[in-house]
């Protein structure tokens, strides 16, 4: 059976989107999605790795095992 991972966004108000883009840690745009409210991303087809998110100003790392 095919698995799927979610990455589940928390924090964006109700009413208001985000433009979410994930890049590997190369600087490469790899997803890019507009987020609401408690959204989650399907990562599944990500290699392990780390990855640099935006999430519309802010930037994070994140690790997928």
Do not use: C, W
């Not at 799927?4 to 985000?18: D, L, N, P, V």
């Not at 883009?21 to 087809?45: C, F, P, R, V």
Request: aromatic share 10%; no cysteine; charged share 20%.
């Amino acid at each position: 059976f095919p698995v799927t991972i979610q990455f589940f966004i928390k924090g964006i108000e109700k009413g208001i989107s985000a433009n979410v883009k994930i890049y590997t840690i190369e600087g490469k745009l790899i997803q890019t999605e507009i987020a609401e409210e408690n959204k989650s991303m399907d990562i599944s087809g990500l290699a392990k790795g780390l990855y640099i998110i935006h999430i519309n100003n802010s930037t994070y790392r994140f690790v997928k095992m």
